[in-house]
């Protein structure tokens, strides 16, 4: 019940601890980038929105961790847009820098 959308929170909204409706920051839950499971570095990615202003500021919540210290960056909703092009282009130039070293 409590992914149920109202007016104050978006569908993804967790509304739990990681919903402080005081401060008006929603987060959703956060999804595992990890392929293997054994980085030494861990990844995860989650939406995030601030209710202030006219235009409500969201983007993409990114946290990295290593062992027990972990950090989050709330990503605007334009940089979060512009980093899928750009590292989709970055990512292209090294697969064929080790498709050449092959």
């Given at each position: ?52 202003g006219p ?6 919540l ?32 090294l697969?064929s ?6």
């Amino acid at each position: 019940m409590r992914n149920l959308p109202n007016f104050a929170h978006s569908s993804w909204c967790l509304r739990g601890p990681d919903c402080v409706v005081s401060s008006g920051l929603h987060l959703s839950g956060l999804v595992d980038a990890a392929v293997r499971g054994d980085e030494v570095i861990k990844v995860r990615l989650g939406l995030w929105r601030m209710d202030v202003g006219p235009t409500p500021p969201s983007g993409l919540l990114l946290e990295l961790s290593a062992g027990a210290d972990v950090e989050r960056w709330p990503i605007d909703l334009a940089q979060s847009r512009s980093l899928v092009d750009l590292s989709g282009r970055l990512l292209a130039g090294l697969d064929s820098e080790a498709t050449r070293a092959a």
